[in-house]
């Protein structure tokens, strides 16, 4: 493996890598952009490519191409190496893995069964023959690696136990079910389609019933298991993250089949989320690589109120969010079947959320009056999770045109929307917050002027200010305890530090680098200043109870003392940086 791993990274640069995947611009002899692993306004990633290395100033993030894949795809390490050996034409070598890995045991057993299934659908001419009737090709059959499973009740367990898989690890992949001490297989009579990670590797299945006995769910999915996360899984995503990034936008459908039936017809960045609830970490896998969703809508839906959920999860991540309504009696792989330029043309048509539930709320209440009741209780709380104050003047007005109500009364009603918790914070919905530091470290002062030092250190060719006045200067403003407490953790990171320092500063810009320091450690002491403001009015009024009044005297004077430097250094600020 560790061949293969050298090989790659000989054929394989971090800039490339890191490029395919977000948008990256020059900063000096590195690359900068937006964090794809926390949620910020300005760029903090920086990727070296002398270091092969890349590293993020707001969240920590760092490593080398593997890493970043892992991260970026959600893999661990030999699903990151599978990725990028395709990526570099290099053959993976076979290598050893320990008798004790247990999750590559179950990624050869999911490997194993999927084989199975697929042989046993070779061989079976009635759900083939279903397949095919519901516009499925062999080529689409054999591409997905879709299989069937007989009904009987321990035909996988039985081929699993000859290929030397335990009780135990079939369970733990979410194949065979014990009860009453007897095990047997969790699927039976079912077509069965594999569901793949983002290394298009077997994690898990989804089921359906071949003879409906009226009892029997239509689809059965597999449980949540070690490699399989359903509320972390969109079935098609490995085949579709490349025509997302190059379309820049996804198409999420229902079922397997519509998923099936899109690909089929050339649609190849469409996923699914497999009759499962769309969750928020399915929206910010697709936001990492597009912010931009089309949504198919089926508009005979029993359950229209989860696709409205999804909607509204989606806006509250902030994503662009339209809606493409596939005509009364089909769903996507009827459509398709029937006509793909008509499905096509319904996604050219897709209007943004907001459009289509007002559009909607008018056709289907020709009372003004009516409507707009509706209006109020069904569009005003997606209006209000939208960001852009110009985008909620735009709706606010078409609104009050449509319906004739004042603006000014649709304005006061949408301050009054109360939100369910999952939307009302948008940056946690998607479990991206923006990364802050708590206390003294919050502005990022102590890292940034820690790291120039370094940087200045580790060059002679770096003139732009002498380290050790530096030192003093950051020690000056932090104080010795806490400059000490600080530098001694974060002199660790000497490399990364170095690294952001030269990216933020380059290696001659000595009027850029002196007037941000400068104004980084007004910052940092105006910080300190106010902690120690806000500790010494608390010792201050413990002193007042206890009736201790020359302490609490001394204590006011040193309060006054802080808050005249605390003005001089807002005074400071406001006239060499405003």
């Avoid at 050869?108 to 070779?122: D, G, H, I, P, S």
């Avoid at 299989?147 to 079939?170: A, P, T």
Wanted: hydrophobic share 35%; proline share 2%.
């Amino acid at each position: 493996m560790s061949s293969s791993v050298e090989k790659i990274k000989e054929r394989l640069n971090i800039e490339d890598v890191v490029g395919s995947y977000i948008k990256l611009e020059r900063a000096g002899n590195n690359l900068k952009a937006k964090c794809p692993f926390h949620n910020e306004k300005t760029p903090s990633f920086f990727v070296s490519p002398e270091r092969s290395s890349y590293y993020c100033f707001g969240c920590g993030a760092k490593g080398d191409i593997f890493s970043f894949v892992q991260n970026f795809e959600g893999l661990d390490f030999v699903g990151a190496l599978k990725i990028l050996a395709e990526r570099a034409g290099i053959e993976l070598e076979k290598f050893a893995t320990p008798k004790d890995d247990k999750k590559t045991r179950l990624y050869t057993l999911l490997e194993a069964t999927t084989l199975f299934l697929q042989k046993n659908l070779a061989s079976e001419e009635i759900p083939l023959e279903y397949l095919k009737k519901r516009g499925l090709t062999d080529k689409t059959i054999k591409d997905w690696r879709i299989g069937y499973v007989r009904d009987e009740w321990r035909s996988i367990y039985d081929h699993l136990k000859s290929k030397g898989f335990s009780d135990d690890e079939m369970l733990r992949a979410g194949m065979v079910k014990t009860e009453n001490n007897s095990t047997y297989d969790r699927f039976r009579g079912r077509i069965m389609f594999p569901i793949f990670d983002s290394a298009g590797r077997v994690i898990a299945f989804s089921g359906r019933i071949l003879h409906d006995d009226g009892k029997s769910a239509k689809y059965l999915n597999s449980p949540q298991t070690e490699i399989f996360d359903k509320s972390k899984t969109l079935y098609g995503f490995d085949r579709a993250k490349q025509a997302i990034r190059k379309f820049d936008f996804s198409v999420l459908v229902e079922g397997q089949m519509d998923l099936l039936m899109a690909h089929q017809a050339g649609f190849a960045n469409t996923v699914a989320s497999s009759g499962t609830a769309l969750t928020a970490e399915h929206l910010k896998l697709l936001k990492r690589i597009s912010n931009r969703v089309i949504m198919s809508f089926d508009s005979d839906n029993a359950g229209a109120k989860a696709s409205e959920r999804g909607w509204m999860l989606s806006l509250a991540t902030g994503m662009e969010v339209k809606v493409a309504a596939i005509p009364k009696g089909f769903d996507p792989a009827d459509l398709i079947l029937k006509d793909k330029e008509e499905f096509k043309k319904v996604l050219k048509d897709a209007v943004h959320i907001i459009d289509f539930i007002l559009d909607r709320a008018i056709v289907e209440n020709p009372d003004k009056r009516k409507a707009g009741l509706v209006i109020k209780s069904r569009a005003l709380p997606y209006l209000s999770l939208l960001e852009s104050n110009m985008e909620k003047s735009h709706y606010v007005k078409s609104i009050s045109d449509k319906t004739s109500i004042k603006e000014d009364a649709i304005w006061e009603d949408l301050k009054n929307i109360k939100l369910d918790s999952e939307y009302e914070v948008k940056a946690e919905v998607i479990g991206a917050k923006e990364d802050k530091k708590v206390g003294i470290l919050k502005a990022g002062t102590v890292e940034r002027s820690l790291g120039a030092i370094i940087a200045l250190e580790e060059s002679s060719s770096k003139k732009l200010i002498d380290p050790k006045s530096l030192r003093g200067k950051v020690e000056e403003a932090l104080g010795k305890e806490k400059y000490k407490e600080f530098s001694d953790e974060l002199f660790k990171l000497s490399s990364e530090l170095a690294f952001e320092a030269e990216s933020y500063y380059g290696e001659t810009d000595a009027e850029k680098f002196n007037k941000e320091t400068e104004y980084l450690l007004l910052n940092l002491q105006e910080e300190n200043l106010k902690k120690e403001l806000a500790d010494l009015m608390s010792e201050m009024k413990v002193a007042e109870n206890a009736k201790e009044s020359d302490k609490a005297i001394s204590l006011l004077k040193r309060c006054d003392d802080i808050t005249k430097l605390l003005h001089k250094i807002k005074t400071e600020k406001n006239k060499k940086f405003k």
